[in-house]
């Protein structure tokens, strides 16, 4: 049973960094796309940050690249969301997602699998 379990977040104070982890177990193949979104209270669930297979491509919300940065271990079956410089408006449950096609990973109603979120809330 495929399995997507985040780590890393909390309570930070705006201007500072939080990194999340998000580790896959289960995937009935290794080869998988993943990425991170985000929900804020009473909105939609938006794209963060997605990153291919092989790690060699990453895509980003246009309005976050220069914050946020995707990687991944995947000798750990492990990607990670690198966020520096954040705001309030941040504030978000980030979900971690894995999907076969770097495409379909990026768009929420097309993924594979979810993972159950973690809490980022930065305060002023």
């Known amino acids: 049973q495929a399995q997507l379990v985040e780590t890393g977040g909390g309570l930070v104070q705006a201007g500072g960094s939080l990194r999340l982890s998000c580790a896959a177990s289960?995937?009935?193949?290794?080869?998988?796309?993943m990425a991170w979104f985000r929900q804020a209270p009473g909105k939609e669930r938006e794209f963060v940050a997605a990153?291919?297979?092989?790690?060699?491509?990453?895509y980003y919300a246009d309005s976050l690249k220069d914050r946020f940065t995707i990687s991944r271990d995947k000798t750990k079956n492990t990607v990670h969301l690198q966020m520096n410089s954040l705001k309030p408006e941040d504030t978000a449950v980030y979900y971690c997602?894995?999907?076969?096609?770097?495409?379909?990973?990026?768009?929420?109603?097309?993924?594979?699998?979810w993972g159950k979120g973690t809490l980022v809330t930065v305060s002023l």
């Open positions: 289960g995937l009935s193949s290794s080869i998988y796309a």
């Open positions: 997602a894995a999907d076969r096609r770097i495409v379909e990973v990026r768009v929420p109603a097309l993924v594979d699998y």
């Open positions: 990153i291919t297979w092989g790690g060699g491509g990453t």
